[in-house]
């Protein structure tokens, strides 16, 4: 029996998941991309993963530089999600197109306004897994905000709703 690619991408979208926007500066220009394949890894040491397809823009950019930005949106930031969902996209339009600001922690990588949290990572590992890698990094500071999530589930984004008890 062999597995059906559009069935499986069904099976995942039930899955719902948080929205990211992966940051980093290349030659003193924010680059960045949609990201939802985002996970914690570990507490001690404190390590995330984010999954990155080979074809990304961003992809080659994470090897080279090392050093980025993991920007957990918040709610109203579907517009900045969607910009850096785009394969075509020029990160100079992203304040103008998305309202996409970003200032620079003092290493120097990009971080979003308004974003619900932000982690500076650190690259330690990268493994090929298909048709994505697997960026493995160590968390060097953590910014958190107040807010919601933006989340996005069966392909739309989404708010959250009432929480259960």
Do not use: W
Request: a negative charge.
């Amino acid at each position: 029996m062999s597995l059906d690619p559009f069935e499986f991408r069904k099976a995942m979208g039930c899955f719902a998941t948080g929205v990211t926007i992966i940051t980093l500066d290349l030659d003193g220009e924010v680059h960045g991309m949609t990201a939802n394949a985002f996970a914690s890894v570990s507490l001690d040491p404190v390590l995330v993963l984010v999954c990155v397809d080979h074809t990304a823009r961003t992809h080659a950019h994470l090897h080279a530089k090392k050093r980025f930005g993991v920007n957990i949106l918040a709610d109203d930031q579907q517009a900045i999600s969607r910009y850096y969902a785009q394969p075509a996209r020029t990160h100079e339009r992203a304040e103008k197109e998305a309202g996409a600001r970003f200032d620079r922690t003092a290493k120097g990588t990009p971080i979003l306004h308004g974003a619900l949290a932000y982690l500076e990572c650190r690259l330690e590992s990268a493994a090929d897994a298909g048709d994505h890698t697997i960026f493995i990094a160590q968390v060097e500071d953590v910014v958190v905000g107040d807010g919601d999530p933006l989340l996005f589930f069966h392909g739309k984004y989404r708010k959250m709703g009432e929480g259960l008890e």
